[in-house]
């Protein structure tokens, strides 16, 4: 499995010779999507970080209450994380059940807060690895190597001058017969970008939830914590990952009577879970504030200027008459893809198409 795993994350961070999207979308696709899987092979290591549970009780096999706890879920009491370990507390957040019970007025018994979460950070972090995929499945099987076959080969600065003539004769030739007739193409790509806006929002609000609502300010929470001088009172990261836990486990004694045994558990995992999350919380907000320009630099596309301001940013080498005449013919639909082989094709080989195709119009005018 390891391997496979590895050879398929070589895979991804190929970067493909042909570009069908940019920079925001390959922000989704690529890069989290690679770091998550990344983060869940590391969960996954037990030889940097042992056992993901080893809980300590007397007279039971420690086999069976690891087993035991690790699916029941143990527990922690938020209010002491910040309490003075060795003397009020054995560990942050850990009481005996004295003190669980009957609270410091001994009145009032203290909130528990059950872990339940980290058994699933592997299968959760590949779930959110998927989703941050799906937009691109999506948009690479409508999109259908369209740019592709139109390119070929001429995204290469040398090749054979006669397959170079025949490429760019297809390309005018398609161009010129299916101009007007690209609107839905590029509002499939458009679609796929409110997608990849929708998805991260939705990650950030479903990684909150997952972790029973300690997400939304939790990256804030822990630099603020590791930026204090003394790093006392409540970490943030012992009340969301307890390095330390409890775990309550009842068993019939030799008389019939119920005995309650309180395991203390080892959580070593945590300590590279508080990390992961912590990061994600920050490259989270990224994705999420470069998503959002992304949608409005797409909202500008809609504006002719702006479409052929960008179109000759991409056409150094072509002379601006021709594309601000060419762009003012195209629709939206037309612009994306002309951008697209813009962005594939060599510069040289795109100041000839522009070139044909600028004469393949001209004719399409006299003869209508």
């Known amino acids: 499995m390891y391997y496979i795993l590895r050879d398929n994350i070589r895979q991804l961070l190929n970067i493909n010779t042909i570009k069908i999207d940019n920079i925001f979308f390959f922000l989704h696709y690529k890069i989290t999507m690679v770091l998550l899987v990344v983060f869940g092979l590391l969960v996954t290591k037990k030889q ?7 809980c300590i009780v007397e007279a039971i096999n420690s ?18 994380t910040g309490a003075i370990v060795g003397e009020e507390v054995a ?12 609270g410091k ?3 009032e018994s203290y909130a528990i ?11 959760f972090l590949s779930l959110q690895a998927f989703m941050f995929y799906l937009p691109r499945f999506i948009w690479k099987t409508w999109e259908g190597g369209r740019v592709g076959s139109l390119v070929g080969e001429l995204h290469q600065p040398v090749g054979d001058n006669t397959l170079r003539q025949q490429r760019l004769a297809v390309a005018v030739e398609y161009f010129t017969r299916y101009l007007h007739h690209h609107n839905l193409y590029a509002f499939q790509f458009f679609f796929c970008e409110i997608l990849n806006f929708a998805n991260i929002i939705g990650q950030i609000y479903f990684t909150d939830r997952f972790l029973d609502y300690g997400f939304l300010n939790y990256g804030p929470r822990v630099s603020d914590y590791a930026t204090t001088a003394d ?9 969301i990952f307890p390095k330390v836990a ?18 203390l558990c080892v959580l070593p995992l945590n300590i590279l879970n508080e990390k992961i999350f912590a990061f994600l919380w920050y490259w989270f907000v990224l994705v999420a504030v470069v998503s959002g320009l992304g949608l409005v630099y797409r909202l500008a596309t809609f504006l002719p200027t702006f479409r052929t301001w960008l179109l000759n940013g991409r056409s150094r080498l072509v002379a601006k008459e021709k594309i601000n005449s060419i762009s003012r013919r195209c629709y939206i639909g037309d612009w994306f893809i002309l951008y697209l082989i813009a962005k ?7 100041r000839d198409f522009i070139q044909e195709l600028s004469e393949s119009l001209a004719d399409e005018d006299k003869v209508s």
């Open 48 to 54: 940097y970080f042992g056992d993901p549970i080893d």
């Open 63 to 80: 086999d069976t209450i690891d087993m035991y706890c690790w699916i029941q879920s143990t527990y922690t009491i938020p209010e002491l």
């Open 91 to 102: 560990h942050p957040g850990v009481a005996n059940y004295g003190a669980i019970k009957h």
């Open 105 to 107: 007025g001994g009145t």
């Open 113 to 123: 807060k059950h872990h339940k979460y980290y058994q699933w950070v592997v299968l």
């Open 231 to 239: 790093l006392a009172g409540h970490d943030p990261k012992d009340e």
């Open 246 to 263: 409890k775990c309550t486990f009842h068993m019939f004694g030799p008389s019939g009577t119920i005995m309650r045994h309180d395991a």
């Open 344 to 350: 594939n094709m060599d510069a040289f080989v795109y």
